[in-house]
Every structure is written in C-alpha cells, then in structure tokens.
C-alpha cells in the first residue's frame, strides 16, 4: 500500500490514497509553508503552534507537527520523537498562556474521533472548567 510521506492528502481523509483524485494540501501545510496566515504562539524546527480560528474554549491552540503525519495511529516508530516533542511543546506554551489552573489535551483520530483536518494536531484547551466525559 502506497504510503503518505509526501505533503499531499486524500480529499477523503478517511480512505487509502488514490491516485485519480488529485493531491492537495492540508489547511495546516498552507500554514506552516506561510501561504495561510495563522496567530503563531511558537514555532521550532519540527512543529508549529497556532491558535484554533474557532476556539472551544477560551484559550485553545493547536500543536502541529511540520512532518505530515495525517493522524495519531499512523504515526510510527520512526516518530517518537515528534510524538514526544509536541507534547512537550503543548506542555510549555500552556504555562506561557498562564493555564496554571490547568487544560486539557486532545487528539482527534478519524471520523469518529471527530478529525476534521488530515494533519497530526494536539489541541490544548484552557481557560475554563472541562466536562467529564467529553462531547
Ligand atoms: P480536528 O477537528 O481535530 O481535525 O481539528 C481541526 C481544527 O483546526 C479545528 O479546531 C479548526 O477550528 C482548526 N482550524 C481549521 N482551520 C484553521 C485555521 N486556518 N487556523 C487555525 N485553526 C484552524
């Protein structure tokens, strides 16, 4: 099965790649080549943090890796060290936004894991009491 190492996506996020539909990129690929202009909070060699453009809470920014990885479960070994990094990074730019009272962390898998965007995102939620268990 053809892999998705290139910066290009399946228009049907949720199926296996195919070649007669054409290859665009993600939101987040536009954003992070600077095409789309975005708030970014940090931005380092393999990731960038933006806030979301449609905030569920009163501070909510998004940890995107620069390597596309289309989502959580098709990450591999070969990204540990991306998979750590972004938490570390959700981590420092919660305490740089003064969540000191605490947030919440959320990865969206699929399209029941309510995934809109086909590009590896953490989102970090804070500002407000979180709701146990989550909508
Ligand atoms: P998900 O539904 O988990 O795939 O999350 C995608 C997130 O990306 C949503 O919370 C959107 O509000 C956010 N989003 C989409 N487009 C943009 C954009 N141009 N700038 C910032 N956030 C965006």
Known sequence: ???WKTFTYHPCAYGPPNKRLISV???????ISGDIPS???HQDESCIVIRD???????????IPKKVIPRVGDADYEDQQILGHLLLIAGKIA??????AGFRVVINHGQNGGETVPH???HVLGGRQMKWPPG
């Open 53 to 63: 453009i449609e905030p569920q809470a009163p501070v909510h920014f998004l940890v």
């Open 39 to 41: 708030d970014i909070l």
């Open 95 to 100: 305490k740089q936004e003064a969540l000191s």
């Open 120 to 122: 590896l995102h953490v």
């Open 1 to 3: 099965m053809q892999r």
């Open 25 to 31: 990129s993600t939101i987040f690929q536009k954003i």
